[in-house]
T-cell receptor
């Protein structure tokens, strides 16, 4: 009930392509869905986040798509660049307890 | 500069030798948390604190202790480390109110090896 399932575990995309990472959850009480980006040797950093009252949020080349009925959300990286190579984590939270439930992570490699 | 600091960054120790990993934040955040990161398992929460003197267990608290005597500091204590605690550890902090209130700020990580 508390899990967030993330796929794929790893992803290789050509420069300029679209990177897509998917997450699914079970707990309908989740009300905040962030994506974190982690570069090697660094801690994760918030990339973009969405709440369930909207179906899409875009910030530059990064877009979250949210499907409430399917209990799924995804990160799309348009025009992927080598500098986007990192590990991406999706997460979910319930406002009442502030804890983030994390996906297992996706290692993204953008080939030049 | 707003930041979360952790020390040490790297630590190699032996089974049973008590150790402390320090964590400090300068953003006046109420919420602090410790995670461990292992390949294929993502981030798993060890302990968290919502205020001074208030701590609670996360998903994997066995073998760990924490304390929150001051708002800015949240040390992680391993009383008797074992090899299965070899991992990458992250401290994080966030506000509990305001918008956005959920963003967690992470430290640079501590790579712990227990032999």
């Amino acid at each position: 009930q508390q899990q967030v399932k993330q796929s794929p575990q790893s992803l290789i995309v050509q420069k300029g392509g679209i990177s897509i990472i998917n997450c699914a959850y079970e707990n309908t009480a989740f009300d905040y869905f962030p994506w974190y980006q982690q570069f090697p040797g660094k801690g994760p950093a918030l990339l973009i986040a969405i709440r369930p009252d909207v179906s899409e949020k875009k910030e530059g080349r990064f877009t979250i798509s949210f499907n409430k009925s399917a209990k799924q959300f995804s990160l799309h990286i348009m025009d992927s660049q080598p500098g986007d190579s990192a590990t991406y984590f999706c997460a979910a939270s319930i406002k009442s307890n502030y804890q983030l439930i994390w996906g297992a992570g996706t290692k993204l490699i953008i080939k030049p | 500069e707003a930041q979360v600091t952790q020390n040490p960054r790297y630590l190699i120790t032996v089974t049973g030798k008590k150790l402390t990993v320090t964590c400090s934040q300068n953003m006046n955040h109420e919420y602090m948390s410790w995670y461990r990161q292992d390949p294929g398992l993502g981030l798993r929460q060890i302990y968290y604190s919502m205020n001074v003197e208030v701590t609670d267990k996360g998903d994997v608290p066995e073998g760990y202790k924490v304390s929150r005597k001051e708002k800015r500091n949240f040390p992680l204590i391993l009383e008797s480390p074992s090899p299965n605690q070899t991992s990458l550890y992250f401290c994080a902090s966030s506000r509990l109110s305001g918008d956005p209130s959920y963003e967690q700020y992470f430290g640079p990580g501590t790579r712990l090896t227990v032999t």
